[in-house]
C-alpha cells in the first residue's frame, strides 16, 4: 500500500432542554473533516476547488425522551439517537477507530430499567424505500437485556435482527437474526469480558451459478462469534495489569467451486465499534481468530501505557488460484500485530492519547476474505511490514 497520513477533526456541540422533571429534549450538531478538505485550497487562483459544503454539519442527535411513564420504571426516547449495547462489539457510536465519524440511528427505544435489572426495545429505520409501510426498507430491531444483581457484574442477554428488503443486494430479501450472551464485570482484582453471539438467517432470491440462469443460491448464516478478555490487577506500584485476549469470528461455510453459488456467510460484526487491529479493517473485520496478550501500567494516576501483542488467522481460507501444479492456496496465518497505547488525562476535561503498531505481514494476507465482515480480501502483502502512529487530543466539557 501507499503511505497515507491525515489529520481529523470531528466536533460536536449539543443543548439539552428539560420541559418538566420527566420530559426532556435533546439537539446534538456534528461535523466531522480531514484537514485540508472544505476550504479556500487553491493558492494560485483563489478558487475553493476541494469544498463539500453539502456535508459539513449534520443533526446527529435529536430526540425527545419520556421517563416515568404511567408511574413506572419505564422511559420512551424518539428521534435520532445513539445506541451503545454492552461492550459495543456489535451496536456501538464508531469512535474507537481512525475515521471517527459517529454513528447514530433513527429509532425508538422503549427501556425498562430499575436496580436489579433492565430491558430495551429498540426499533430502527436503516434505509428508507419511500414505498408501501415495510416494503423497500432496511429496519434494524433489538430487545436487550441486563442483569444487575450481582455486585460489580453484568450479565446481558440479547436478540438483534436486520431486515433487508431488497435494498442493499438488489432483489434479494435478507433476514438476520443474532442471538447472544455477555458477562463482563470484575471480581476482587480480577476483570473479565466475555460475549458469545449467534447468527442465523438467510439471503433469498441470488442467483445460481448455473450458466442459463435457472434456479436461485442456497445462502445462508449461521455463525459463531465470540469476543473475550480477562485480566488482573496487581497491588503493587504502576498497577500492572497483565492481560489475554481471544475472538473467534466465524468465516462461514464458502462455496469456491465454479458451479455453485451456495454458502454459509461469514459472522456479520453489525454495527461494531471494536477495533481488533490497526491494519486489516477497522470494526468490520470477520472470518478471524485473534490470538492477544499484553500488559497495562499506571506510572502515575493520570498516565497509562498499554503493551499488546497480537496473533491473527483466517478461520475459512479464501479461494484457491491457478491449476494443478501452480495452484496456489491462502495460508491461515495472517500476521502478527504489536501495539504500544498511551494515555495522558491532563484534566478532568482534556485527554491526550498516542501510539504505535507494527504488523508483521503473512501469507494468509493474500487471498483471504477478512475485510469487510469476511466478504473481501485486505489486500496485503506476506513480505511487507506496515507501521502506524497516532497522536490524539480529545476536550469534552
Known sequence: FADQSFIEQRTRLNVKGDFTSDVSVFIEMDSYDIWGEDFRSDYLRGADGRAASVDDVEMYQAYIEARNLWGTPLSLRVGRQELSLGSEWLVGVNNAASGFWGLSFDALRLT?????????????????????????????????GSYLGIEDVTLDAYWMYVRDDGVFVAGSDIDLHTLGLRGSGTLGAFDFELEVAYQLGSVDDLPSACPAGFGTADTDYDALGVNSEFGYTFDVAWSPRPFVRFAYLDGGDPDHSIWSNDRDLPFNRLFSNFEYTEFIANTDESNLLYYAAGVGVS?????????????????????????????????????????LYADYQYSEDLVFRAGYAHFFG????????????????????????????????????
Do not use: Q
Request: hydrophobic share 40%; glycine share 10%; aromatic share 16%.
Open 112 to 144: 425498562y430499567a430499575t436496580d436489579m435489572f433492565s430491558v430495551d426495545a429498540i426499533a430502527a429505520k436503516l434505509a428508507e424505500g419511500l414505498g408501501d409501510f415495510g416494503e423497500d426498507d432496511v429496519d434494524f430491531y433489538a430487545v436487550y
Open 362 to 397: 503473512d501469507d494468509g494476507l493474500e487471498g483471504n476474505l477478512t475485510a469487510l465482515n469476511g466478504l473481501a480480501s485486505w489486500g496485503g502483502d506476506d513480505d511487507d511490514d506496515y507501521d502506524y502512529v497516532f497522536v490524539e487530543a480529545e476536550i469534552s466539557f
Open 299 to 339: 506510572p502515575t494516576e493520570s498516565v497509562s501505557l498499554v503493551l499488546v501483542a497480537a496473533l491473527f488467522e483466517a478461520d475459512e481460507k479464501g479461494p484457491s488460484t491457478g491449476f494443478w501444479f501452480w495452484k496456489n492456496t491462502p495460508d491461515k496465518t495472517l500476521g502478527w500485530e504489536v501495539g
